[in-house]
């Protein structure tokens, strides 16, 4: 009922940056928050940043000052700038979203992107 599709993943150096993108579409009627989840080789899936309807912001440690996720409600799009990578930032990235489909009883939902793979070297 509702799909979302990441891109922008890629190999780029350590020191570079990558731009992923959420597109999400289906029977929506609103999308709640967002977020970037990331899973490393023979790691869980971990937060990365979470972004709420109101536009407030929320990052995992590891990347606050680095990454930035922003999202455009009339699209419903979201957004990753990453800036300054590190090899530890390696992992299949996907995004999450949690809103109300567009039924007759506003039934919530939540949905997972495919992943989009981001590799780092060294």
């Known amino acids: 009922q509702v799909q979302l599709v990441e891109s922008g993943g890629g190999l780029v150096q350590a020191g570079g940056s990558l731009r992923l993108s959420c597109a999400a579409s289906?029977?929506?009627?609103?999308?709640?928050?967002m977020g970037w989840y990331r899973q490393a080789p023979g790691k869980q899936r971990v937060l990365v940043a979470t972004i709420a309807n109101s536009g407030s912001t929320n990052y995992a440690d590891s990347v606050k000052g680095r990454f930035t996720i922003s999202r455009d409600n009339d699209k419903n799009i979201m957004y990753l700038q990453m800036n300054s990578l590190k090899p530890e930032d390696t992992a299949v990235y996907y995004c999450n979203t949690a809103g109300t489909l567009a039924d007759s009883r506003r039934s919530r939902f939540i949905s997972w992107g495919q992943g989009t793979q981001v590799t780092i070297s060294s």
């Open positions: 289906g029977s929506i009627f609103s999308i709640n928050t």
